[in-house]
């Protein structure tokens, strides 16, 4: 399985921005996911989305600006981000959990443990 992430780029902030994770291969789906890491620090978790289901979860940093999706039919997960401040500026990762047993907690979902395969990245840069 191979991820490929795109639509990061250069927006101002208050402004919005799509990014679009594309899974190719054999992937049964189990849950996908979006982290992001800043300049000088650790990876940290933006939002993840059950492949069956649907249920979403969300850092409280990006609550009620970012939107998780996804379109079983592509592979593909999406990441709406809107109200984008300067902090959100990053290299997004989206990451893919192929098979084993369902996840039944947040925390799994938010772990960059529960997660098989992992994206290149794509860069999300928001000036103020």
């Known amino acids: 399985v191979q991820l490929q992430a795109s639509g990061g780029g250069l927006v101002q902030a208050g402004g919005s921005l799509k990014l679009s994770c594309t899974a190719s291969g054999r992937f049964s789906g189990n849950a996908m996911g979006w982290f992001r890491q800043a300049p000088g620090k650790e990876r940290e978790f933006v939002a993840a989305i059950a492949w069956t289901g649907g249920t979403t979860y969300y850092a409280a940093s990006v609550k009620g600006r970012f939107t998780i999706s996804r379109e079983i039919a592509k592979n593909t997960v999406y990441l709406q981000m809107d109200s984008l401040k300067p902090d959100d500026t990053a290299l997004y990762y989206c990451?893919?959990?192929?098979?084993?047993?369902?996840?039944?907690?947040?925390?799994?979902?938010?772990?960059?443990?529960?997660?098989?395969?992992w994206g290149r990245g794509t860069q999300v840069t928001v000036s103020s």
């Open positions: 990451a893919a959990r192929d098979r084993g047993p369902p996840l039944y907690s947040s925390a799994s979902y938010r772990s960059e443990s529960t997660y098989h395969y």
